[in-house]
């Protein structure tokens, strides 16, 4: 009796479980693993969308790594490899220290907080499309600073000068996000662990380091291995503010929003296929470091 | 040049507050003021100014592009290219245009866009909260292995399936310059919102399950009945943050609606209106005012709901918050 009982829950266990996970299950298989396969696919193919996929081995790949040839994509190959590294590492810092400042403030730093993260919730285009006016090198209102702090003809879209731009602007946009996290971890860190420090005479430098920095160090980890993998996939800030082609998402995807009845699906597949697994293996990498400097047993 | 400038800034300023402490203590050890007055002149008033002065010196770096941005929508003719801050007299007529320009069709597009958000927001959280369901209240052989391939798929670079998904969408479906796209796939939910949603489900406990079956639901019954009212709270989050996020794109648009003008949302005119700004004879007075209108909806619904957004942007990542 209560054996068969047991195994009526079970059953009914299993079904529910297919009923419920079907739908996600469903999205994964069509909108996730069906595309890569596809695209491994298509990456050794000449593709133009009317006419069927004809086979042509590793010619895609051997475009891509011709690099007389191929220019645009390790150009924006360059621009990234700057870009993101710095970019994560800015937003990470400012991010920490805003937020030890926030836990120091007695009064208003929930205000201060919500202030902060009103960027992050804004559209990019409208965000870039202030930012492009900000940047404007006649009438743009940093134009206009930097000439009253002595600087003439300042271009913020310079090639030499875009990507100091950039950083300003995608800094501005989302280091709410960092100071959120970090705000919160700071909050857990128990107070007992400043008093121990406090007694053994630690100065505010050394408390941060040996105290503060390893125990938010996971929360530290989420954002370098999230902040990285996003940053090298930036692509539409660069492209509302008028910098198209400028990462390497936006050279994959030019090749599918503007070439439109030339031979280059295959091309762009095979691109974003050498792409992706460029990321993936800084993400993996992430992983694997981690373990020498993430102190999961402290949280 | 503008780097000394600045480095000269800072210097300035540690150099008057580090001063001003040390002219304290130097009063203090010949005696002229008391302990007590030491302490909060020499310490605790210059850390608050220095506190507040950064806070607020970071405020208003955050603020005055939005400021910006709206003055200049008020101002109209040679006034928008004068260096002023503000306008010359505030004229509506950026606005008025931009609301009802035929070939701009604004209003079309907030309306295209909230429409295309909606049913990918809520449909997707209710899917997503029950496969979030079935992974953490459900028993069953291999849920952790489903779990742990689902959560590897969140991993996965968006740039892989970026072109495959366009082709597919492309040939397959015949979905191109339709809004389908960006509603039919977020309707089955995503493996974000459902990790997020499965760390709230494991913090109920499992007495209510228990109870709910002995009343006589099933195990439905206890999803629908139990976990997903109890639950609220942070699937009304991801509901409201899916909508902002869906409200705001504009790489998905771009891609699947093309150039068809009656299902273009907000952002997407915003940007084809930006691009074109010369050839079209727009100024950037307009551009702003198209972007001061694009902005109101997500920035009142954040002022509304602050909780939710920056509650969910802690637990969203899964850590101890």
Redesign the interface.
Known sequence: MQEAKLKKR?N???F??V???A??????L???????L??IY?SFTK?D?FNPPQWRGLDNYRRLFNFSMETQFWRSFKNILIFAPLMTLLGITVGLL?AN??T??KK?SGV????????????????S??????Y?D??G?MS?L?KA???QDYNFFAPRNVIASMLFMCL?SGFG?QM??YF??LR?IPDQLYDAAKIDGASALRTFFYVTFPMVS??TF?LLL?GL?GN??A??QF??I?LDGYT??LV??S???HGYGNNT?GY??AM??F??LF??VI?VLNFRLSKHWVGYDI? | MILFKILLFFVAVAALYFGWRLACNVLFKKGKIKDTTYRLLGNTIPLYVLEYAVLLLITVCIILPFMYAVLLSFKEGKDVYAATLFPKKFSMVNYRYVLTDDYLDLIRGFINAISYAILPTVVGCLTSAMAAFALSRLNFKGRDKIFAVMFATMCIPGVITLIPSYIMFARIYNWINTPLPLIIPGMFGSVGVMFFLRQSFLQMPKELDEAGILDGLSKGGVFLRIALPLTWAPVLAQMLLGFNGAYNDFMMPLLYLGSEKQWSTIQLSIYNMYSSMQSAGNNMAQVMAACVVALIPSIVLFFLAQKYFMGSGISASGLKG
Not at chain 1, 23 to 28: F, Q, V
Not at chain 1, 30 to 36: D, E, G, Q, S, T
Not at chain 1, 113 to 127: D, E, L
Request: one cysteine or more.
């Open positions: 079970k009914e266990d299993i529910w479980a009923v419920l996970l739908p996600l299950t469903l999205a994964i069509l909108f996730v693993a069906v595309p890569i596809y695209s298509l593709y969308m805003l400042l926030l120091k403030v208003g201060f907080k919500v202030i902060f993260y009103i960027p992050v919730v804004c559209s990019v285009v409208a965000t499309c202030i930012w492009a006016w900000m404007n006649v009438y209102p206009i930097f702090l002595g600087i501005w996000i959120l996290l919160a971890a857990n996971p929360t989420y999230t993998i090298l996939q692509y539409s492209l509302a008028g390497p998402v994959v995807y090749y599918a929003g699906y762009s597949c974003g296929i792409y992706g990321v993936g993400a949280i």
